[in-house]
């Protein structure tokens, strides 16, 4: 018996390899092949299928498109001017050349690209918009929500503190001033404005504080808790390191209903 939980989790961890590679396969197999439409025109609509990435002179959009050419949807990142702004749903109208890719001397940007099956660029297309409101409804009430929630911290405090804030709670750092990038790079200290554990317990631990003073029994504010935590990933854009975080976050607060003790080895 005492066997059991180590043949549990070898099972558990060689299902989770098969999957890997299936999941790998597929991302492999599903790629649309775009060497025939590099360096050409393109005109198509998509959808704004990210929240934009934001900075002081330009957004930039990852949009979904399916041209009538192409028998598979494909995601292209286009840099435009920051008006007219665009949001998460919105279905625009694109025209401009589509372009490959291409590394910086010390930087792998393909890849970076690559891991949000993004294959393409455009650079400056003509843009028009169709339609709102195209998008995953939960996604967009939650990006909503984030955005409304930025505009008050920049209504509230002045730059470069409201960015700064915005990157301590939200991991938000496209809006940041060049010279506040800089400092916080020479000092090493980036890593504070980037989503982690410690953003997820603020968020769990808020929760768990307001219903347990409002008496909302134990188990039922640990559900609601694990639900914020989980939209909270959903809001920030679920990136690898915010998923991690938030299953850590998770396990903290399930230990805790289990009455179990804090153990950083096993963490």
Known sequence: TREKPKFIATGFIAVALILGVVRYDLAENIKSDLS?????????????????QKSPSVQRLEIKVKPHTITSNFYILATTRKFPEYSYGDELFVEGVLERPENFSD?????????????????????????TGKGNILKYFLLKLKNS?????????PEPHGSFLKGLLLGERESFPEELRENLSVTGTTHIVALSGYNITLVSRFFMWI??????????????????????????GASPSVVRAGIMGILILVAEREGRLYQIRNA
């Open 107 to 131: 930087f792998d940007y393909v890849s970076l690209l690559a891991k949000d099956d993004i294959y393409a660029v455009m650079n400056f297309p003509r843009t028009e918009l169709v339609a």
């Open 149 to 157: 929630f930025e505009e008050k911290i920049e209504l509230i405090l």
């Open 211 to 236: 219903l347990l003073f409002l008496t909302i029994p134990y188990g039922f504010s640990f559900w609601i808790a694990t639900l914020a935590v989980v939209l909270f990933v959903m809001l920030t």
């Open 36 to 52: 025939g439409f590099f360096d050409r025109p393109l005109a198509a609509k998509g959808t704004v299928a990210e929240d934009p």
